[in-house]
């Protein structure tokens, strides 16, 4: 909650911020495009390093270089300052990834969809909440650098509580809660074993690990990463790619869409999309029961809530009227939700915990890879038609459902790939 409370009191005023400081929208537009492609190739190698490391040390130096990051946006008085405060965040902001592989590395895999559905809602409360907090400081005087300086105490005050943690009593009590989960099928006895046989020497694996050769700590990275390419895991990440760009399509030319279709003032369009985010929050808190409805198979509730995404992004490109687009948001909001939780659970089910940080960096850079994708494929479709972009998505999101549909054996069963055994 603390982490996207603080981001996002400053993400919403950094475009303004750098134009006050005399940037171009060339330039402005530059340095955004920037700090993306560093977290699209860094998410990867900070997460498999977080599974050499330890969740605490890589977790602790994201915070504390992230919160450096912050504090220099708050010092920058020139563009190039400004350019320079994004380099530590853009490489090294990827405490939600690591803190969702502690999260996984903690709980059984049949609680995890319920863990995460909580985490996302605590979340999306923060970027709900940071917004206005931010909008209210940006009225004081210098108000840009003190809600940067304040965003700095929030991932400091972060680090302290990530150092207070009481690690190994965690790690024990997790143990004890896998081995009375043991006997649900031969997959969750495996990665049981394996959590057991891990568990008891973490903090001294993690320890050895960060005072190995740095040299040392690169090859194991790039070892890992080979794995992740060589696996079998290829089909999930291209389905969370589609069904990324397929939501992203959506939300485009959001604005733009309704006001040249129903002539909606932009106004209007922001309530809409606050309105949405606050249903996502809700829809987290409901992943326990539904999970539980659907007898813990994720397979068969992310192939369902990518078909309502899908079903829903249709009738918002065919919509005759607002209340229709109204409709559309209020349940794609659970349908976003739910999916997303459910891939990020997929993906370590099939891929294994000993690699979640990995596994969680690389979705990471595939999304990081849809965010750059959408806006090319928005601006084309954009150019036959105001319902091009989310017509664009229905047709990507069906084949995101036929790939789903063309390895459901693998999904269902929980087939170990070849990564688990690297």
Not at 202 to 213: K, R
Not at 313 to 329: D, G, P, T
Request: proline share 3%; glycine share 10%.
């Amino acid at each position: 909650f603390q982490d996207l409370f603080g981001v996002s009191m400053v993400v919403p005023l950094m475009n303004l911020h750098i134009k006050s400081l005399g940037a171009s929208h060339t330039v402005a537009g530059i340095i955004g495009s920037l700090y993306g492609i560093m977290q699209l190739f860094s998410s990867t190698f900070v997460g498999c390093w977080s599974d050499i490391v330890g969740r605490r040390y890589s977790l602790l130096a994201c915070i504390l270089l992230s919160a450096l990051g912050y504090f220099l946006l708050g010092t920058s008085t020139t563009v190039f300052l400004f350019a320079i405060s994004r380099v530590p965040v853009g490489i090294f902001k990827h405490t939600l990834s690591i803190s969702k592989a502690l999260l996984s590395d903690l709980v059984s895999e049949r609680d995890r969809p319920l863990v995460m559905g909580r985490f996302n809602a605590a979340s999306s409360v923060g970027f709900i909440v940071g917004p206005v907090v931010g909008g209210y400081l940006t009225e004081l005087e210098d108000g840009f650098y003190q809600t940067s300086f304040f965003c700095a105490s929030i991932f400091l005050l972060n680090a302290g509580l990530v150092w207070m943690l009481p690690w190994s009593e965690e790690n024990t009590g997790n143990r004890e809660h896998q081995q009375g989960n043991k006997g649900t099928d031969s997959f969750s006895a495996k990665a049981n074993h394996d959590l057991h046989l891990k568990s008891p020497t973490n903090g001294a694996m993690a320890s050895d690990s960060l005072f190995q050769s740095p040299w040392i700590q690169v090859a194991t990275v790039l070892k890992r990463i080979k794995a992740i390419a060589c696996s079998d895991l290829w089909d999930i990440f291209l389905v969370r790619l589609l069904m990324s760009v397929a939501i992203l399509l959506y939300y485009s030319n959001f604005s733009l869409a309704l006001e040249e279709r129903f002539g909606v003032k932009p106004l209007f369009a922001g309530y809409l999309m606050s309105y949405s985010s606050a249903l996502g929050v809700l829809a987290g808190c409901l992943l326990g029961p539904i999970t539980r409805l659907y007898q813990h198979n994720t397979y068969r509730i992310l192939l369902h809530s990518s078909t309502l995404t899908c079903t829903l992004i249709l009738l918002y490109a065919s919509a005759l009227n607002i209340w229709m687009v109204v409709l559309s948001s209020t349940f794609l909001a659970f349908s976003t939700t739910i999916g997303r939780t459910c891939i990020i659970d997929l993906e370590l089910t099939i891929g294994g915990n000993e690699a979640s940080g990995t596994l969680l960096g690389v979705g990471q850079s595939v999304t990081s890879v849809g965010r750059i994708v959408a806006p090319l494929l928005s601006g084309i479709a954009q150019e036959f038609s105001p319902c091009g972009p989310p017509s664009l998505g229905v047709g990507l999101a069906l084949v995101a459902i036929l790939i789903m549909n063309a390895n459901k054996q693998k999904y269902c069963s929980h087939g170990n790939v070849k990564l688990k055994n690297q």
